[in-house]
């Protein structure tokens, strides 16, 4: 509104950084324009006339004031609206000497903007700059000191030193608040600078600086500086005299000082219990703050020093004043009522008995966006107890009459979890889920059924009398996941349901047609019901469900388990009984879902989006690396393997071409039998050992091996070669948070080896990394398993994997794509794949020297036709053939004979070279022409078998060659 607008503008000159257009903390009106423009300015944003620059630049240049300083704000308002103004930059600098403060905001708002396009021409400003921050007037001096940090220009920080050591000594706290966030500034610029000139020291002498503002800043600065520093402890560590002067400090803050002085202080370690609670009594007030942020600060520094307590007793009285709070915060705007109920789901993960009687301010209201109650549902979870499950399932059972179906969804879902999580309570839960169920709400009753499956695994053979009113509801399924359920159902207890076979033949009737989920259930299900009834219908059904399983379905996964069930029933039922009837392991209760370590940390980043995401800040921020050019440039950002997001040997793609076969599950060894044999009769295959063992990809299975084409990934003789060592192969995003970067290389011992990099972008340790290869030309495969420490959550941890050529080869055209598959138990049963490009230079093998006659005469024998020649770039320092010679006999490309082209200054230079092939090694011939003063050579090659060899040689000819040596 104009009024608040106009007001708030009056207030201009006695809070200099207040913007009245935004909300949050002070904004610096050196980079708010806002703060510098009254309602009445509009009229300068509406100008759209020709040769206006010109008449600016007059405008500029005019003696009188009042025009001079409308010039400025022209050019602020065309600067702010997306034109080029920076043609003037020479005029509007020479309108910094003035003693109107307006018109001196105006210019340096200006010159933040184009000093990195006009470095040169930003050095003019200096001389003002440095006497600006001698002015009597403290708003120009911190005006100056403030911009100077503004300006990323490395010609300029030299200058900005003495001028801010200056301002971090000045008599107005103003001055000195400004330069200790200038300080932050300039250490995100240049590190060195800082830490050289002693900046850091003086920082730290401000925390204990007689005004609060300009101890808040320092906070806020060395907090800064800390999270950028590569030595994060020498720069800001608390002790007890500090804590105490940031304690003093604290009351007489604003409210965003007031939350960086919290956030310093929540990671403080406190030295015994007395010392503990001294803090948490100087911070409970904070409790009572009108700003959610301040307040949740306050519950952070809280939840932290009640670490140091011993005495539960005392514990539990210092947590219970966390309560009204956290409870006060659910009366804010939805989008705070979001967070806080985030946060406060992690506490109560930690203290449950804070709001366990509070329970009843977490109903759901009508008007509640779905985001927020979805929280409060969460939480009415976490906080049920035999005490109030009754008020609790009477709510859920309210909320699943609602329209909102997902939500529906979700408040059956809590019922289920309150029954396994609260033994005393699971009779009440299911007996609300078979009210529900008797509804005859289709996805009621579906929900309902997955609930209960769920329901019968944590308490098996207590609730089944329920099973008949489940099974009237089946003609109702049509959710893959209630059918699987109902299925899993009926299979666990066919002994106890009469019509169990009638049941499944009804599934099976459309087994072809139905989801992966389900068809592996009912196949699971009715190996089950034969091992109990093994009767004349149970063994029709399975003969129809294997045969129907493994030759006409294309999911491997079922076709596999097919198989193994097969195999089992042929050779020994009694084992199958003991794999396929093992007892299960019991449901646990998963309301505290989060790792007792991951939940610390978590804690001591509430008020933070690590709080709202329940990812630590390593696995969703990325490591940023300031790097300011001579030119001042903007901080480029890398990921943490040093390369763009986008580029990697393994992007998980098909590289085109022709498809290779990829069988994951290894060479058969019997053949399929024509039906089983249930009677026990051994078929003379071998007992399938381990189920689920090894990589869940070696199973031996019967059948032909047409049916075992796992997984056709693609291959070709499109060959790009490899981008940089250590590319990210399996992004996170692809691999549930394993990312994996790496490269094939050479070994100190000339066997190949991959150098791999885990990172763990999870919330739990990763170990047992298990990788497989498929075939692939050279016969490549890991000769053990990588051997390391687990990596823990936010880590990265790197080994070498020894390779051998002893495994598979793919005949056909050579490609030096690697299909990898990996697997680590501690994440899932899942297995990630990924393509990784083999670079030639790193797998030729030691054998590769050839006499120069045997050389001439192979050469001589291969057609031209098979000659392939491209001319290549190559570093200047491989333009010779002695230096390129020295560079590829590393690379196992040994130099056979050199000689002089006659009639030319030309010289040509002969290589050999032998590559692991499919079914022998392979010869690779090689001629390079070499011309003085060119920083190309021609390369021929010529190859017998496999076909694309000689693409794969050029291409490790042009990576070995472009290096500088």
């Keep these: 509104p104009r009024r608040l607008c ?28 806002h703060a510098m423009m009254s309602s009445g300015d509009a009229r300068f944003f509406s100008s759209t006339k020709k040769g ?11 003696p009188d004031k009042d025009v001079k300083k409308d010039a400025v704000k022209k050019c602020t308002a065309a600067m702010t609206v997306g034109k080029d103004v920076s043609m003037l930059f020479t005029d509007v600098v020479n309108c910094m000497q003035t003693d109107n403060v307006e018109l001196k905001k105006l210019v340096y708002l200006y010159l933040i903007n184009y000093a990195k396009t006009q470095p040169d021409l930003a050095i003019l400003a200096v001389n003002t700059f440095v006497k600006d921050t001698q002015d009597p007037n403290p708003l120009i001096r911190a005006l100056a000191v403030r911009t100077m940090g503004c300006i990323r220009v490395n010609k300029i920080t ?29 250490f995100d610029i240049n590190p060195e600078l800082v830490e050289d000139r002693g900046f850091i020291d003086q920082l730290r002498e401000l925390l204990a600086d007689s005004n609060p503002m300009v101890v808040a800043n320092a906070v806020a600065a060395l907090a800064e500086i800390r999270d950028s520093s590569k030595t994060p402890d020498t720069v800001f560590r608390l002790d007890s005299n500090t804590v105490y002067k940031l304690l003093a400090a604290l009351n007489e803050c604003t409210e965003w000082g007031q939350v960086f002085i919290l956030d310093s202080l929540a990671s403080y370690t406190a030295q015994d219990e ?23 600060s306050a519950v952070k520094v809280i939840i932290g020093q009640l670490e140091a307590i011993d005495n539960p007793e005392t514990v539990r009285v210092l947590a219970k004043k966390l309560a009204p709070p956290l409870v006060t915060l659910l009366s804010a705007e939805p989008e705070i009522q979001y967070v806080a109920l985030r946060n406060i789901n992690l506490v109560i993960q930690r203290y449950p008995e804070i709001l366990r009687n509070e329970i009843k301010v977490f109903f759901c209201k009508y008007n509640d966006p779905i985001y927020v109650k979805q929280e409060k549902l969460e939480t009415m979870v976490k906080l049920a107890a035999e005490t109030n499950i009754e008020q609790v ?15 529906v969804r979700k408040a059956v879902r809590a019922i289920g979890r309150c029954a396994i999580s609260i033994e005393s309570a699971a009779e009440r839960c299911i007996s609300v889920l078979l009210e529900l169920i008797a509804t005859k709400v289709n996805y009621v009753v579906q929900e309902a059924i997955v609930v209960i499956k769920d329901i019968f695994r944590r308490y098996p053979n207590q609730y089944e009398g329920v099973i008949g009113t489940l099974c009237d509801s089946l003609d109702t399924l049509d959710e893959p996941e209630a059918k699987a359920s109902m299925v899993w159902i009926i299979g666990e207890y066919a002994e106890r349901i009469d019509n169990a076979e009638e049941l499944l033949e009804a599934f099976l009737e459309t087994f072809l047609e139905e989801a992966p989920e389900v068809q592996l259930q009912l196949l699971t299900a009715t190996v089950k019901l034969f091992l109990k009834k093994p009767v004349s219908g149970p063994q029709a059904l399975i003969q129809t469900v294997l045969n129907q399983a493994t030759t006409e379905t294309d999911d ?7 198989y193994i069930y097969w195999r089992l029933l042929s050779s020994d039922p009694e084992a199958a009984k003991e794999v396929v009837l093992a007892s299960k392991p019991m449901i646990r209760d998963d309301r505290n879902s989060l790792d007792p370590g991951l939940l610390k940390e978590l804690l001591g980043q509430l008020s933070t989006l690590s709080s709202v995401y329940y990812k630590l800040p390593s696995t969703f921020v990325p490591r940023a690396v300031a790097a300011a050019d001579d030119d001042g440039d903007d901080d480029e950002v890398a990921n943490g393997n040093g390369n763009s997001a986008g580029a990697g040997v ?3 793609a098909s590289t085109g071409g022709a498809s290779t076969s990829m069988d994951m599950l290894g060479e058969l060894t019997a053949p399929a039998p024509a039906a089983p044999t249930p009677a026990g009769q051994a078929s003379g295959a071998v007992l399938l050992g381990d189920l689920m063992g090894g990589m869940g990809m070696d199973v031996v299975a019967p059948g032909a091996s047409p049916l075992m084409n796992v997984m056709d990934m693609g291959s070709g003789s499109v060959n790009p070669a490899p981008a940089a060592p250590g590319s990210i192969l399996l992004p996170a995003e692809k691999g549930a948070g394993l990312e994996i970067a790496g490269v094939v290389a050479r070994g100190g011992a000339g066997a190949p080896v991959y150098n791999l990099t885990f990172t763990n972008r999870t919330q739990a340790p990763l170990d047992g990394f298990q990788l497989q290869f498929n075939k692939n030309t050279f016969g490549l495969t890991p000769a053990s398993q990588p051997q390391m420490d687990p990596v823990q959550p936010g880590d990265s941890r790197s080994c070498q994997l020894a390779l051998t050529f002893s495994g598979n080869s793919s005949a056909g055209v050579a490609s030096a794509t690697l299909q990898v598959a990996v697997k680590s138990p501690r994440q899932n049963p899942a297995v990630f794949y990924f393509n990784d490009q083999v670079p030639l230079e790193a797998v030729l093998v030691a054998e590769g020297r050839m006499d120069a006659a045997v050389f001439a005469q192979q050469w001589q024998s291969i057609p031209a036709a098979q000659e392939h020649t491209q001319q290549l770039p190559v570093s200047p320092a491989m333009a010779n053939p002695d230096a ?3 560079a590829l006999g590393a690379a196992n490309l040994f130099l056979v004979s050199t000689r002089a082209v006659p009639g030319t200054n030309l010289t040509a230079a002969c290589f050999s070279g032998k590559a692991p092939g499919p079914q022998a090694e392979s010869w690779l011939l090689l001629e390079i022409t070499f011309a003085p003063g060119v920083h190309a050579v021609k390369v021929a090659v010529r190859e017998r078998a496999p076909a694309g060899l000689a693409a794969l040689a050029l291409t490790a000819v042009q990576r070995v060659l472009s290096r500088a040596q």
Excluded: M
Aim: aromatic share 6%; proline share 8%; hydrophobic share 40%.
């Design 884 to 886: 390129a010679a020295r």
């Design 650 to 652: 393994g992007q998980v």
């Design 158 to 186: 030299e200058y900005l030193c003495d001028p801010l050591q200056r301002t971090l000594a000045d008599e107005d706290p103003y001055v000195r608040k400004t330069a200790a966030i200038c300080v932050a500034k300039l």
């Design 274 to 296: 007395r010392d503990a609670s001294s803090v948490i009594e100087r911070v409970t007030p904070r409790l009572q703050h009108a700003n959610c942020a301040v307040v949740l």
């Design 556 to 562: 491997p996964d079922l076709r596999d388990r097919a």
């Design 52 to 62: 206006e620059i010109a008449e600016w630049r007059a405008e500029l240049n005019n």
């Design 6 to 33: 106009h007001a708030s503008l009056q207030t201009l000159n006695s809070h200099p950084g207040l913007c009245v257009r935004s909300h949050g903390p002070p904004r610096d009106p050196a980079v708010c324009p």
């Design 393 to 407: 399932l009477l709510e859920f059972k309210e909320y699943a009459t609602e329209v909102d179906v997902d939500f």
